[in-house]
């Protein structure tokens, strides 16, 4: 029997991941949730999104009432991450499985009140980090796995935006717990196992910091106790409409890998200018959504058939998000942060 599940926050990786689950087969999108209703302007991205009655989805401008009237499997949570914990709490009581779209919470103390919910309820939690399931970074995670470069040493990640994402959030997050704990994440899936020690971080401010008060761009270092390091670099104040550039070089005793992600295999020119389309993560094919994201949500749905847990748990986000904060931490008030916050 399909699963019947709903997305709670329809902004634009709502719309993204419900319709993704909704052309999963066997899976029904039963409705949409999002006190901003839906509109063509709040469709992004050049008709890749569908409306909710599109999807053949209901939507509601209240989770608590979509949640109240329907009979749902699972949620798609998606809202802005001062506004994780309420709707995870709201949707196990009514006995659906989650799939959290990262970071999981804004604090640890969130964090532990979603995983705790979970886990009392006997559901499901899945963070959603699609790099995961990214066939270049997974391929690092198997030769570092399969002892290919040897003992992890040195890991880089690198990912750098536009001023364009920084203002489409209105200054709500810093760049650091947005996009940095894509590779904070991976880096801590690579030496999995081994705990993160201490932090160390700096930040640079521009244009940013002056129209939206969080600073352009971040380094962070983070030593592992077995001595490894691992370096993230990541900003959003990059000029208006360009596309940033991605990285991920891993140092092992005996080899390395290294990927350079954009511009994703492919680059266009046109009167504009050069464009480079996103391709991997998530494009369309014969009137399908394929790529990394349609692979995340299968494995989410897969997990609720099999009845087995997800391969991101709540704890991997939890982990995730220290190492953010430690970031912050370090950029705020100088010198090292000392591992476990708490």
Known sequence: MGKRLGVIGYGWMGQLLGRVAAEIPGVKLVAVADPAGYSEKSAVGLRLFRSPEELGARLYLDYGEMLKRESLDAVIIATPEPLHVDPVLQAVSAGCHVFLEKPIART??????????????????????????????????????????????????????????????????????????????????????????????????????????????????????????????????????????????????????????????????????????????????????????????????????????PCVSGMDGRRSLEVALATEMSIEKGGEIKLPLQ
Request: aromatic share 10%.
């Open 108 to 309: 640890l103390d969130e964090a532990d009140r979603i995983i705790a919910a979970c886990a009392n309820a006997k559901r499901k939690l899945m963070i959603g980090y699609i790099l995961r399931f990214e066939p270049a970074y997974v391929a690092i995670k198997r030769a570092v796995q399969n002892g290919e470069i040897g003992k992890l040493k040195v890991a880089y990640g690198r990912r750098n935006g536009s001023i364009d994402e920084a203002r489409r959030l209105k200054g709500r997050t810093s760049v650091t717990n947005y996009i940095a704990v894509h590779d904070i994440d991976q880096i801590l899936w690579y030496h999995e196992g081994v705990a993160v020690k201490t932090v160390y971080a700096k930040a640079v401010r521009g244009r940013v910091q002056e129209e939206l008060g969080t600073w352009d761009f971040s380094w962070s270092m983070f030593e592992f106790r077995d001595g490894s390091l691992g370096v993230v670099e990541t900003g959003w104040g990059l000029p208006e409409n360009s596309w940033g550039d991605a990285k991920m070089q891993v140092i092992g005793t005996k080899g390395q890998c290294a990927l350079d992600f954009v511009p994703m295999n492919l680059m266009t020119v046109a009167p504009e200018g050069w464009k480079f389309p996103v391709t991997r993560l998530w494009t369309e094919v014969e009137g399908r959504l394929v790529g990394a994201v349609q692979t995340e949500v299968a494995h989410f749905v897969e997990c609720l058939e099999a009845d087995r847990e």
